[in-house]
């Protein structure tokens, strides 16, 4: 029997010729991750459990970014502690305020992660790094606080998914389209614990940003991870990373058979997909914006570990070019990482969300976890370029988060309302 | 071992957000987070329950973000086990590491309403329902996952692994 992308990278691992789903194998990780939330409870772990030695500080990756810049002294007092920790161990990978942004934007970025590898990460987005063809999926506090320890983790090998996309995007189309589309079909729970794998000729002709995005969203599904096939465009985004640059480390890359198995498998044509919105609550809730009735809204966040790549936020800047957000509204642009932010600010692409009256924000998750930097008030309505629309998700019980592209998340912008590029 | 308790029913998708919101994810100390458990699904939940109940959930329970304070909070609630027809994953695994008892039973899930007295017979692997009367076979657990449990969580087997 063949195997599936995700089989043939645990089995690689594991030392083992194949593995079969429901196997549990311990496996070496190539990098263990946390944000500062997941990596507090982490460190408060391996403190308990007296270990003051992790396995290897270079394969640990801490980036502080749910709270940061520090939002109030409890954020503070956790940042201060996990940069106490990546001194004390010489973390080779912490991201301090400033020279990261959000993880999931910041470690494909730098070439923490490379493909053919296994990364846990103490946060469940995790999944974005798989547009690299690598497995890469999130786990809890405890779960990181064994890696750093042990250097290992236990893995249930997971059915996969296969997803085929096929034909010619539509204008104002993209990834997070897909992916919304997908969930709209799937269902939330409808990849639980599966590794979900994209295929098909449509990522020929979108950027790698369309990958993270919707890798990033695997976990919206349910699935333990999401991966990429390898191809040209990955390799030259990989290998014009920094860290590739400087040391040319080697990397593996992993291709499914021919006759691997698929619990799950979807064709989708996507000429006749149009944008798309999820509604609340639900990731799930998914409807084409055009059916979307009058729905008046008072905040706009574009950006963020799902959608705040260089290209997510060209596609904004050229809806809002020349135009206005509508006079009662807020919107917050929030680039992936630092380095985005240099290069928005070099193009002149800053300038843009900055003369159409948003807010050109740092690298934070902020406002997509209800932390800070445009919390929701009562009631309040939001489009949102991220990944979670849960009740209360953004700030207050009563707030809706409505989640769509970043093109129909800068014409709501101008509008005042829920609509298409198409509408302007 | 043999668990009882009396049940707080759920629905379908209670998602990690409702479980413990954002706005307290910078929390580490368990008595801290035992005062918000539930606090976004339902206000009073802490006023409901008792040491030792059983929260049944039906679909997905725990899904969403990997925030392992949410289960930390359930079983700092003092909720004494979590039975539901199917888990997120990240869960799932997350209650195995803190040795929060989680069991998987879509019959029980379906015959089950609230503030039904449960007994869960850990290593028979039986559920039986007293309110309503019913016995519910629940998935047994893989080889390794019991050897987690046994050892009452991760933290016994990375001792072990690390060779203390
Ligand atoms: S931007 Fe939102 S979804 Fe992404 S890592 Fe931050 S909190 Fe999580």
Known sequence: ???????????????????????????????????????????????????????????????????????????????????????????????????????????????????????????????????????????????????????????????????????????????????????????????????????????????????????????????????????????????????????????????????????????????????????????????????????????????CCTNGRLEDLQRAAEILRGRQVEKHVRAIIIPGSQRIARIAHETGLSNIFIDAGCVFSTSTCGPCIGGHMGVLDADEVCVSTTNRNFRGRMGHLTSEVYLANTAVAAASAIMGRIGSPDEL | MILKGRVYRVGDNINTDVIMPGRWCHLTDEAELAKHCMEDHDRDFLQKIKPGDIIVADENFGCGSSREVAPLSIKAAGIGAIVARTYARIFYRNCINIGLPIFESPACAAATGPDDGLSIDVFGGKIINHTRGGEFAFAPFPEFMKTIMDKGGLQGWVMERLGR
């Open chain 1, 1 to 303: 029997m063949g195997q599936t992308i995700a089989e043939k990278i645990i089995a690689d691992h594991a030392g083992l010729p194949t593995v079969v789903p429901g196997q549990i194998v311990n496996v070496p990780v190539d990098m263990a991750m946390a944000n500062e939330l997941s990596a507090a409870l982490s460190i408060k772990e391996l403190n308990s459990w007296g270990v003051d030695k992790v396995f290897d500080p270079r394969k640990i990756c801490l980036v502080p970014d749910h709270f940061t810049p520090n939002k109030d002294l409890n954020a503070a007092a956790i940042a201060t502690t996990v940069r106490a920790f990546a001194q004390k161990h010489d973390v080779r990978w912490y991201f301090e305020v400033g020279r990261g942004g959000i993880e999931h934007a910041v470690l494909p970025e730098e070439g923490v992660i490379l493909p053919g590898q296994i990364m846990v990460g103490g946060d469940s987005h995790t999944c974005t790094a798989g547009a690299l063809n690598c497995l890469a999926t999130g786990v809890g506090s405890t779960d990181i606080a064994c890696a750093w320890a042990t250097g290992e983790v236990w893995l249930k090998v997971p059915t996969s998914a296969a997803l085929e996309y096929t034909g010619k995007l539509r204008p104002h189309v993209y990834g997070k389209d897909l992916i919304l589309y997908t969930l709209g079909d799937l269902g939330t729970p409808g990849a639980t614990y599966m590794s979900i794998e994209y295929f098909g000729d449509v990522f020929d002709n979108l950027p790698l940003a369309d990958r993270f995005t919707m890798a990033n969203m695997a976990i919206e599904a349910g699935g333990k991870c999401g991966i990429f096939r390898f191809d040209e465009k990955t390799k030259d985004f990989v290998e014009a990373t920094p860290r590739f640059i400087a040391e040319r480390p080697a990397y593996h890359t992993f291709a499914p058979d021919a006759d691997a198995a698929y619990a799950v498998s979807r064709k989708y044509d996507v000429t006749h997909i149009e944008p798309q919105v999820a509604c609340p609550f639900s990731p799930d809730n998914v409807k084409p914006v055009s059916e979307i009735e009058d729905i008046k809204i008072d905040q706009v966040v574009i950006g």
